[in-house]
């Protein structure tokens, strides 16, 4: 018969089992704490089965709650057999621990808050701040809308993973890159660079490292991209305001760049 199952009406003690269940542990905790010395009974049955006594069980009332404590099987140790040189200091510094797991768990707790918001949102910021760092043409809609469109790509999860840490001075960082390489394409367009040359090549490049802001950009990603640029009215209309024929531009440029590296931008796919 196992030891938990062990039952002595007539025996002065507990078995492991009726221990374990009295005091709400595990009979694999209270082997182990006998194993070490820790808390171990003090009476043996005539087969050898172990049986703790009512100063045992209060003995293993006090591990139970300094381990609840934080407190290690040691330190409990040393507790107990009064061994411990200040058992008052050795309480505080387990307290001062538990505060600062309890800072941490606090700032872990608003971390994940920020993270579910900008999983829903996208933008953590109020309609004026968006405003204010994208320009009063920005739509406040937009990050909703593209949520809508693409909240159950890998793409989307990428971007409110940047959005949940950024800094309204961090969003103001990345919308001036990109008003910079707006005028930096504008100005390329306007001087007649050809698409495929190394000054458009290059800039294609900038394209890609501004936009991964949002999340990475692959070649093909940004063939596809550079397309909807030229076919989607908002789009176009915001590029075109900048340089008339600029979205095409940007296009062609995109494509040069993408057949340079192999990538057929008539097959190009989102990945």
Avoid at 66 to 91: F, M, N, Q
Avoid at 220 to 227: D, F, G, P
């Amino acid at each position: 018969m196992p030891e938990d199952e062990y039952d002595d009406t007539d025996a002065d003690g507990l078995t492991v089992g009726q221990a374990a269940a009295r005091l709400d542990v595990t009979v694999r905790a209270l082997h182990h704490w006998d194993e070490i010395g820790l808390a171990p009974p003090s009476l043996r049955t005539g087969a050898g089965y172990r049986l703790y006594t009512a100063a045992d069980l209060e003995r293993l009332h006090r591990v139970v709650v300094y381990r609840e404590l934080g407190l290690g099987l040691e330190k409990i140790r040393a507790v107990l057999d009064d061994s411990a040189p200040d058992v008052t200091g050795a309480l505080r510094a387990q307290r001062a621990q538990v505060g600062e797991r309890i800072e941490r768990l606090r700032r872990l707790g608003e971390g994940l808050d920020r993270m579910i918001e900008a999983h829903e949102r996208g933008v953590l910021l109020s309609s004026d701040e968006q405003a204010a760092v994208f320009g009063p043409g920005w739509d406040p809609e937009g990050p909703a809308k593209a949520r809508a469109l693409y909240g159950d790509t890998r793409q989307w999860r990428q971007y409110a993973e940047r959005s949940a840490s950024r800094t309204p001075e961090e969003w103001q960082a990345v919308s001036d890159a990109t008003a910079a390489l707006d005028r930096e394409l504008a100005a390329a367009a306007e001087a007649g660079v050809a698409p495929g040359s190394p000054e458009a090549d290059a800039l294609v490049e900038r394209h890609r490292a501004v936009f991964s802001a949002y999340f990475p950009l692959s070649r093909e990603m940004q063939v596809l991209l550079a397309r909807r640029y030229e076919t989607d009215p908002g789009f176009a209309a915001h590029y075109d305001a900048i340089r008339p024929g600029l979205a095409r531009w940007f296009r062609l440029a995109v494509e040069a760049s993408a057949r340079a590296h192999g990538i057929d931008p008539e097959t190009a796919a989102w990945r």
